[in-house]
């Protein structure tokens, strides 16, 4: 692709993503050139990197111009240097969505010279073009892909990203894209089948991203193998995710059992413990199994609250089509099991298993029978 440069950027000291998701490697922000009779800018990045972001441009561009800056994303970790780019190149002209020639001022950015563009419409460079595909709710309202017909590119938008500085030999993109999908655009799953219909009768080589590696061979298959699977809200991975939401450590307990004894039928078992883990990951694991087991503490009257947000963090993201059980842990009036349930049963397709097991204060031999019969209806 050498008509075609990366001029991203990697911000290795954000710790946090949408201030809420940890960054323990930091983030990629893409941004693409294209370079034929014309000169295409694809996206700019966020503001903390603006500076870096224009200097690899003007050493990208070697003396030229750009003539189009083309806007995929409007969210500010892409659009956040627009205002910066049009001050150090005021002829350029900028191609977006309508939505987001709307959103444009929204985010600062005072600019006249727009062209509007829409699904099925052509940007000509010369010797390059790129026909535009709506992916509206990908995972914001404006957002558009294209396709390079000549160098079999598809530029994806925030589809196919992940967390983390860019790698382009990365063995292990589903980590991290797996936990940025679900807890990002897992919402909109009908959204993304709807583009993956659109883009499947095209020829592409590459598929490049604005986080992440450009995907390409072997690793593009995967990567759409999946995203048509989590689209689907199917199952990826057969197993049991084990959750513990636990207070002083009783319910804690109980939850490791419960895990040990799964791992003794030979079944696989992701585990967290909400109070210390990572919720997204939390999230992400949710996702790629089909049965849960939620263990909670009641708190004052209701639901510990790590167990709470989880639940309302799922609901969030369109959770479906998984089977659920419940432990609750309460010493004088339990009340998590119908808090959990009443979340749960509120989500689309979500069978909450019987019997529900109640322990009081910490879970003791007569509690036992219980939860192997939990296991069994699992």
């Not at 600062?108 to 099925?120: D, F, M, R, T, W």
């Not at 010797?127 to 000549?150: D, Q, T």
């Amino acid at each position: 692709m050498k008509s075609i440069s990366y001029i991203g950027c990697d911000d290795q000291t954000l710790d946090l993503f949408e201030g809420q998701y940890a960054l323990p490697d930091g983030m990629c922000y893409n941004s693409y050139l294209l370079c034929a009779d014309k000169v295409a800018v694809l996206d700019t990045i966020d503001p903390r990197c603006t500076d870096e972001w224009l200097n690899k441009l003007e050493k990208s561009l070697m003396g030229r111009k750009p003539d189009y800056l083309v806007v995929h994303h409007m969210e500010p970790d892409h659009s956040g240097s627009i205002a910066q780019f049009v001050k150090v190149y005021p002829d350029v002209q900028i191609v977006c969505s309508k939505i987001a020639g709307n959103m444009l001022r929204q985010f600062g950015v005072e600019y006249s010279n727009v062209l509007i563009v829409k699904e099925g419409d052509v940007l000509d460079l010369g010797g390059l073009s790129l026909r535009f595909i709506a992916a509206p709710m990908i995972h914001w309202p404006e957002v558009l892909m294209s396709y390079c017909e000549e160098e079999k590119v598809l530029f994806s938008a925030d589809a196919f990203g992940k967390f983390g500085v860019y790698d382009a030999d990365a063995d292990d993109w589903a980590c991290e894209a797996r936990r940025y999908y679900f807890n990002i655009v897992g919402k909109y799953g009908v959204q993304v089948q709807a583009v993956l219909k659109k883009v499947s009768p095209l020829a592409i080589n590459s598929i490049a991203p604005l986080h992440g590696p450009v995907l390409e061979g072997e690793k593009m298959a995967e990567a759409l193998r999946l995203y048509t699977i989590w689209s689907a809200y199917g199952v990826e991975t057969e197993g049991v995710f084990v959750v513990s939401a636990s207070i002083h450590g009783n319910t804690l307990r109980a939850a490791e059992y419960i895990a040990d004894e799964l791992r003794a039928k030979g079944i696989k078992v992701a585990f967290t413990d909400l109070t210390r883990d990572d919720m997204a990951e939390a999230v992400e694991d949710a996702f790629r199994y089909g049965k849960m087991i939620l263990c909670a503490c009641t708190y004052d009257g209701d639901l510990f609250p790590p167990m709470h947000t989880f639940l309302h963090k799922l609901q969030l993201k369109g959770y479906r089509d998984r089977r659920a059980a419940l432990v609750e842990n309460g010493s004088w009036a339990p009340a998590a099991a119908k808090v959990m349930r009443g979340m749960l049963e509120a989500m689309t397709n979500v069978e909450v298993l019987e019997p529900v097991v109640t322990l009081r204060g910490c879970m003791k031999d007569a509690d036992k029978p219980a939860i192997a019969e939990l296991l069994n209806a699992m």
